[in-house]
C-alpha cells in the first residue's frame, strides 16, 4: 500500500483476520501473545492497525465504519478501538516521517532485547555474536569421545545488497 499519491512510501502487512460484522462494519482482528497489556493510550497509538485500516479503506470503498480489534491471547481478553480521520492522517504522516528517518540513517546500532535469542542473525550481530559464542562448544570439542555436530555452529547469513535481494525474487 502506498501512503503517498506518489508512491514513494509502500508499506507491506499481513492482516490477521478481516471480518464483516452484522451491523455491516468491518473488523480489524490482530491476534497478540504479549505477557503484557497495553494502556489505551498505547492501542491509541498503535501503528499496526492503524495502517491496516488505511489498506482496508481503500481496498474496500464500501467500508463506511472500521473496528479495530486486538486479542490478547494470554490474558483471553479483547480490546476494540476505532480511529477519527484525523488520527488516521496523523499516523500516515508519522509513517512517513519513519521512513524517511530510517532511510537517511547511516548507523543501526543493534537494540537488545528479550527477542535476541530467538534472532537468526545472532552470528554477525555486534551486540550478540560474543554472546552466541559463548554459549556453543569450542570447534573440535568431543562430547563422550564423538566428533562434534557440524550443524551445531550456526551459519552466518549471506549479506546482500538490496539489488541482489531483488534479484532473487525475479
Do not use: N
Not at 81 to 93: C, D, K, L
Amino acid at each position: 500500500m502506498a501512503l503517498d499519491a506518489g508512491g514513494r512510501y509502500q508499506l507491506q502487512g499481513y492482516v490477521d483476520r478481516l471480518a464483516r460484522a452484522g451491523d455491516g462494519a468491518y473488523e480489524i482482528h490482530d491476534y497478540k501473545t504479549s505477557s503484557s497489556l497495553p494502556s489505551d493510550g498505547d492501542l491509541r497509538r498503535d501503528r499496526q492497525l492503524t495502517v491496516y485500516q488505511m489498506a482496508v479503506q481503500r481496498r474496500f470503498p464500501d467500508a463506511r465504519a472500521i473496528r479495530l480489534v486486538w486479542h490478547y491471547l494470554a490474558f483471553d481478553l479483547e480490546r476494540i478501538s476505532a480511529r477519527t480521520p484525523a488520527e488516521i492522517e496523523s499516523h500516515r504522516r508519522a509513517a512517513m516521517r519513519l521512513i524517511d528517518t530510517i532511510e537517511a540513517a547511516a548507523d543501526f546500532p543493534p537494540k537488545v532485547s528479550a527477542l535476541c535469542r530467538w534472532c537468526e542473525y545472532r552470528d554477525i550481530c555486534p551486540a550478540q555474536k560474543d554472546l552466541l559464542e559463548a554459549e556453543l562448544p569450542p570447534r573440535g570439542a568431543h562430547a563422550a569421545g564423538r566428533a562434534p555436530d557440524p550443524q551445531a555452529r550456526p551459519k552466518a547469513a549471506p549479506s546482500l545488497d538490496r539489488a541482489e535481494q531483488i534479484e532473487l525474487f525475479d
